[in-house]
């Protein structure tokens, strides 16, 4: 079977066996259980469980796969590892394609670990006769309709119950149990804005690898973002590879994340999923080689994943040089943000003639604006209440100014959110910067309630915000680096 294909029988499975069903709510084998029946999973669930009897929500208890007269696709594993090689005889002989084994205890552990390995080689005739995921994982996560929605739903198979999330077009390959698990919960239900299509939690890869999920959604036209997270590489020279094709030809954004860098971390690898140690050199190569985006840690990971997905959401231009406006309501702030951006080597070019004089006519002759693209926009505040004039309707035309200057690759703005000093019609705000071909990203501050109101009316038109400065400068930064890469030599 081609990788793709059996990718396609994990991810996408007409029928699933719990091994390791319970009836108690603590356990894990109930909680997948949960996770599937809660998350309306299309396909047939098989509870499989040698010491329950009766139903669990509502379906029937079988002591083994071997009591199932109908085909199964794929096992889920939540039993400890020294049962694992009797079931999974009777998973080959039940012609059973997959399974996601969960148990920890093998390479990790040092020799039991590894006897317990070859034993499962030799069982699985080296994995001809059928195909595993993990061990030592959390499983498969594919998300194809909003919690809140009528046709919720997908596939769930982690032992963190998920209750909120949202569809979309970034796609997770992690070594780390957590992406699938309780940070996962976490970031779902903190940035709703944050939307996922898949989420892959591979543990030591002893079978499938980051390789064969890449290469399945390299073809899968939900996903346009993946964000990888890897304590080893198992075939550098296929990641490589992938990679690149993706980058060139099919455009595609691939952030990392790699642990095991440093000594210690690599001490740290070692004990988690029994990853061998890497040169960081070598690793250093790999990744440059590879053009993919590298992330310091998984904040950057995930804050780097949803920025892009809302570009291609929005079919955005992405800049190349690095030319930006900002908008600040504080001069102190904006000699701040240019100490940040020239950090980041972002520029303020010069205003167009046109958007100069254009921009003239809005603020007062005692404060004119500055002649590049640095729009300390209190002054024309300042004028436009004097006026009796809404700065709210100001702002919108200092947004139509900029959008049409073509020297402006993105904009960026503090924002101060307030009920009480004057309304924005923050929704007309945002239709007009959604339709603009050019990014446009925001730092609120102000009243925290509005902050929030502002920052989720924002989202839901793929319109990133921030909770610093510097996060939103990084993250335009980003951009710039993804459109340098597309265009570079890898030699």
């Not at 929005?314 to 900002?326: A, M, R, T, W």
């Not at 005692?366 to 209190?378: A, G, Q, S």
């Not at 925290?448 to 990133?464: A, D, G, T």
Request: neutral net charge; aromatic residues 10%; contains cysteine.
């Amino acid at each position: 079977m081609s990788s793709n294909k059996i990718i396609e029988t994990f991810l996408n499975p007409k029928s699933v066996a719990v091994i390791g069903a319970s009836k108690n709510p603590l356990k894990g084998g109930h909680r997948i259980v949960d996770n599937l029946v809660t998350n309306k999973f299309k396909g047939k669930i098989y509870p499989i469980n040698p010491n329950s009897d009766g139903e669990l929500f509502g379906l029937e208890f079988k002591k083994s796969v071997l009591d199932i007269e109908e085909d199964i696709d794929l096992a889920v594993f939540y039993v400890p590892n020294r049962k694992i090689p009797k079931i999974l005889e009777e998973c080959i002989q039940k012609g059973i394609k997959g399974v996601i084994i969960e148990a920890s205890g093998f390479e990790e552990v040092g020799d039991k670990g590894l006897e317990l390995r070859d034993q499962i080689l030799k069982i699985t005739d080296n994995f001809r006769k059928i195909r595993i995921m993990g061990p030592n994982c959390m499983g498969l996560t594919r998300i194809d309709g909003d919690s809140d929605a009528e046709d919720k739903g997908g596939f769930f198979t982690s032992f963190a119950v998920f209750y909120k999330y949202k569809r979309g077009n970034i796609a997770i390959i992690s070594q780390s149990g957590m992406l699938n698990g309780g940070y996962l919960m976490y970031l779902l239900e903190k940035y709703p804005d944050l939307a996922i299509r898949y989420s892959c939690s591979i543990g030591n890869k002893m079978d499938l690898s980051e390789t064969d999920f890449l290469e399945y959604f390299m073809d899968d036209p939900t996903v346009n973002v993946i964000a990888v997270y890897l304590e080893s590489f198992k075939d550098p020279r296929k990641f490589i590879q992938l990679c690149r094709k993706m980058k060139e030809k099919i455009d595609k954004t691939i952030i990392l994340v790699k642990g095991g860098i440093t000594l210690q971390g690599q001490k740290a690898t070692s004990s988690h999923t029994g990853a061998l140690a890497e040169d960081s050199q070598l690793i250093h190569a790999i990744i440059k080689q590879s053009g993919v985006i590298h992330a310091n840690n998984f904040h950057e990971l995930f804050q780097f994943a949803r920025t892009f997905s809302m570009m291609y959401n929005e079919n955005k231009n992405l800049p190349k040089q690095g030319n930006i406006s900002l908008i600040t309501g504080s001069g102190g702030a904006g000699t701040i943000v240019a100490d940040i951006t020239a950090k980041y080597g972002l520029k303020f070019p010069n205003f167009s003639e046109n958007a100069y004089h254009s921009l003239l006519e809005i603020f007062p002759e005692w404060m004119p604006p500055n002649r590049f693209t640095l729009i300390d926009f209190w002054p024309a505040m300042e004028k436009a209440m004097m006026n009796n004039t809404n700065p709210g309707d100001i702002m919108k035309t200092v947004y139509e100014i900029l959008i049409k200057d073509d020297k402006i690759e993105g904009i960026l703005q503090m924002m101060f959110c307030s009920k009480r000093w004057y309304s924005t019609n923050y929704k007309q705000l945002a239709k007009i910067l959604n339709s603009a071909p050019k990014p446009v990203f925001f730092w609120l501050i102000g009243e925290i309630e509005e902050v929030e109101r502002v920052s989720q009316l924002m989202s839901e038109h793929n319109i990133p915000t921030f909770p610093s400065l510097e996060d939103m400068i990084k993250n335009f930064w980003i951009l710039v680096q993804d459109s340098k890469n597309k265009n570079k030599s890898y030699v």
